[in-house]
């Protein structure tokens, strides 16, 4: 049960402050006034002998499970079923431990006297800016149902462009992991054999080609300083981690994504697909377009482009247009922002987005394929060029020492047979 914290006033107009817990404010409220206190404040504080619900951090709600979550949600609303109701049912048949014990907490919340959205703000791992937006527009417009279904599809088409991407980068992902494993069992078990052999066979380290001596001291170097190496790699991992949880780190990192070459173009386009798909589902949604703006520039996921939409918003608050400080940002290509324009000027500005979220998703639809397509014959001509390179090396030894014993028994034989004509 929550508890409520309040000061009041008695009879001869003395302050006093306590708590007291309760189902909802209004009940408290009434408690008080019928004791003859006057309520100066009164603000809800936390559950009676409860803490906040732990969540585990292993298994963490899948945006196809929140998806759900929100169709349901909103299937219900639509019938005419009581929001704690809604919230009930949800507890009971989502499978995600999680969301279960999130939606038990929220329901909780919501029946001591708390706003949806206003519960849905202690999750924010689980519920973006942009879910807690559309929660809040549609309380305040009357139209939840309407608010979840738009977010419930805009979570389905993320769904669908992560796993487009994911798809694609299978298979280079699958033939990289192949080029490491055979990489580490040649060099692990078959080149020490070789090395051995070769000293058995007289041919040291100074009788090796260059090819071999560069591989063998590679080898051997990351056998012998393997912890070395693997706490070098883990440091530049936890270094780039840290570096992007700063402000300046991410924009850098943003920024390399931005201006890598081939993938560069790609991150651009996914990054305008959901502007677009993002603003277009607030402002259908009724959420006023400077609360929308500053939404996205929280969910674009990217630091340049997001910077881009802030400076947009000031203009916006300025009295000026969206579409010049996004031209001007350089990040917005011509048709994006003439798109904008003309939305803005007939008053259709979310249907123009939603129509350059479908251009921009059907373009990274087509960079993929193009990207599989030209990625697969590169990693084949790669692992192949690797694996050719270890195998050259570990045997050009043996190929010298055989010609070298060719050209020792064709010299002794051609000694013998002069000897015999004298």
């Not at 909802?24 to 008080?32: D, F, Q, S, T, W």
């Not at 417009?141 to 088409?157: I, P, Q, S, T």
């Not at 994504?257 to 991150?267: D, R, Y």
């Not at 390179?389 to 055989?402: A, C, G, K, R």
């Amino acid at each position: 049960m929550p508890t409520f914290a309040f000061v009041v006033k008695d009879s001869r107009g003395v302050e006093v402050q306590s708590s007291l817990p309760g189902k909802n404010e209004a009940e408290i409220r009434r408690n008080l006034q019928a004791r003859g206190y006057e309520i100066v404040s009164l603000t809800r504080t936390r559950d009676v002998g409860a803490k906040r619900p732990k969540t585990s951090m292993f298994r963490r709600v899948k945006l196809t499970d929140l998806a759900q979550w929100c169709r349901q949600f909103a299937t219900m609303i639509n019938a005419g079923v009581s929001l704690i109701r809604c919230l009930t049912v949800l507890q009971e048949q989502t499978t995600n431990t999680n969301l279960r014990t999130i939606t038990r907490d929220i329901r909780d919340e919501v029946e001591g006297g708390n706003t949806l959205s206003g519960a849905m703000t202690k999750y924010s791992r689980t519920f973006s800016t942009l879910a807690i937006g559309l929660v809040r527009a549609g309380e305040v417009g009357g139209v939840l149902d309407e608010a979840l279904l738009r977010l419930a599809g805009f979570m389905e088409k993320d769904v669908e462009l992560r796993r487009k991407i994911k798809s694609a980068m299978t298979y280079p992902v699958i033939v990289m992991a192949a080029a490491c494993g055979i990489v580490g069992f040649l060099v692990t078990f078959i080149l020490p054999k070789f090395m051995d052999m070769y000293e058995e066979l007289g041919v040291g380290p100074d009788k090796m080609p260059a090819m071999t001596m560069f591989l063998r001291n590679t080898a051997f170097f990351a056998r012998d300083h393997f912890l070395i190496v693997l706490g070098v790699v883990v440091a530049i991992v936890i270094a780039l981690k840290l570096i992007g949880r700063t402000k300046m780190g991410r924009r850098y990192i943003d920024l390399i994504k931005l201006k890598t070459p081939v993938f560069g173009k790609l991150w651009h386009k996914v990054a305008l697909a959901r502007f677009a798909s993002t603003l277009s589902t607030l402002l259908q949604s009724g959420v006023p377009i400077l609360q929308a703006m500053e939404t996205v520039a929280g969910t674009v996921g990217n630091a340049i482009i997001a910077d881009a939409i802030l400076d947009a918003r000031a203009a916006i608050r300025e009295g000026e247009e969206i579409g010049r400080p996004l031209r001007d940002s350089g990040w917005f290509p011509p048709m994006v922002v003439q798109m904008i324009a003309i939305g803005e000027e007939t008053g259709s500005l979310d249907a123009m987005l939603m129509k350059i979220s479908d251009f921009y998703e059907s373009e990274v639809e087509t960079a993929l394929a193009q990207l599989t397509a030209a990625l697969e014959p590169m990693l084949i001509v790669f692992l192949g060029v690797v694996v050719g390179f270890i195998v050259i090396s570990m045997f050009m030894p043996l190929v010298s020492l055989i010609s070298e014993l060719s050209s020792e028994g064709s010299d002794s034989s051609s000694g013998g047979e002069g000897g015999g004509e004298e």
